[in-house]
């Protein structure tokens, strides 16, 4: 039962960042620059691997998140308004994704 919430946590989590990343920088608060839509293709690489509970993707993608939950933390310094706000939901959705992910990978890793 506890995987299953985690598993799901995980994908909402990295869903609701990849939705938030794309909206964020094309629609919400646009800075101008294009190229930080960008930032949203390393999320689609474990994608396909948490939605199918591949334990080696949960271990690798914990790490893909911290730069993710790094970014939001500095723009959230550093902004204002809505992109402050932005930034804070962010920080939110890689801390769940992180937590998910490597309470999944511990309670599936193999017993010796």
Known sequence: M???YLHYGC???LVGLIFLTLAWEAWLAPTGRVVL???TLPLLLPLFGILRGKRYTYQWSSMLILLYFTEG???AYSETGIAARLALAEVALAVVFYLCAIFYARLTRPRH
């Open 73 to 75: 933390v500095v723009r």
């Open 2 to 4: 506890m995987l299953r």
């Open 11 to 13: 994908i909402v989590s």
């Open 37 to 39: 839509i960008v930032k």
